[in-house]
């Protein structure tokens, strides 16, 4: 496999949707960097048999990047069910579940003697300041904040800008316990949109959803009359471009997702105006993005921190 080399290897193991995928590419190039080693990017052991068909994603996000060969994939899989934490220490394999184990070693910049695979095995939704305060997506291969700001001028022929609205609606088949956690108040989608318009009363709106028909809905319930397009309608086909779309908002109003996670702060970045749930209160692992404008949900009525 690759146990040969005697410096560190960093191997990801890519899992989940467009936001998790980032989560966890964005936590391996951290390490890599940290240990000034390569990065692999195993994107065969999680996804077979995906319950929900989602594909990976990596050469899609980030340049630079190397992918474990399949048969080495299947070689730590099986490494990883057999054998106990102690065995896979003594070969040298570290395994990675938590937020504060990544933590330390990209804060410390070190790892133990001896061991040359290090695997990080989890969704790594708790590292945002460290992602946003270390994380050089360019440096890294990411996708360049930069590279957003002339969809505005194909979208439209003035400078007056657009707003954008995430609407996660389908949470496919989760539990109704868990499906209760995750759905946000009409509440905070009304008190969002109220304080958006505020901030540009001629601004254009783009709705990004998982369902037009439940979005009008929605909207409707929440009082917004402003005229919208959807980014279907706008031109915006897939995630991943719906992606680029969010992020080059001039004010932009989060879902409660890991993938409204990522378009809020790449909008963030350059310059735009965010309006976020407190996502940790939703069942999310993650806080809303460093600099949103978070509601805080008091039962007095909407209150909001920056």
């Keep these: 496999m690759i146990a040969t080399r005697n410096e560190p290897i960093v191997v990801v193991m890519s899992r989940g949707g467009l936001g998790n995928q980032l989560f966890i590419l964005a936590a391996g190039r951290l390490l890599a960097d940290a240990l ?6 195993d994107e065969y052991s999680c996804f077979v048999n995906d319950r929900f068909g989602r594909q990976p994603r990596t050469l899609e996000l980030a340049t630079h990047v190397r992918l474990l060969p399949r048969s080495a994939s299947r070689f730590l899989k099986m490494a990883l069910r057999a054998l106990s934490v102690s065995a896979l220490r003594r070969l040298g394999v570290v395994i990675i579940h938590s937020d504060s184990a990544a933590a330390e070693i990209i804060l410390r910049g070190t790892c133990s003697r001896g061991q040359w695979l290090i695997v990080l095995d989890g969704y790594f939704q708790a590292l945002p300041s460290i992602l946003v305060e270390r994380f050089d997506n360019c440096k890294a291969g990411f996708m360049s904040p930069q590279n957003f700001l002339p969809l505005k001028r194909q979208l439209f022929k003035d400078e007056s800008g657009f707003g954008a609205i995430h609407l996660r609606l389908n949470w496919g088949p989760v539990p109704d316990g868990d499906r209760l956690k995750l759905e946000l108040p009409i509440q905070y989608l009304r008190a969002a949109l109220e304080r958006a318009s505020r901030v540009n009363e001629l601004i254009k709106w783009i709705v990004f959803t998982d369902s037009q028909d439940e979005s ?3 909207l409707r319930e929440a009082g917004f009359n402003k005229p919208y397009i959807f980014a279907h309608d706008a031109g915006f086909i897939g995630d991943l471009s719906q992606l680029h779309g969010l992020a080059a ?4 109003v989060l879902s409660n997702s890991t993938y409204s996670w990522w378009a809020g702060t790449y909008c963030l970045q350059r310059g735009g105006v965010v309006l976020s749930p407190p996502m940790e209160r939703f069942g ?9 404008i978070v509601w805080n949900c008091q039962p ?7």
């Design 284 to 292: 999310q692992l993650c806080s809303a993005p460093k600099g949103a």
């Design 216 to 218: 009008i809905r929605v």
């Design 36 to 41: 000034s080693t390569s990065l692999r990017v």
């Design 249 to 252: 908002a001039d004010v932009l």
């Design 300 to 306: 007095e009525g909407p209150q909001w921190t920056s």
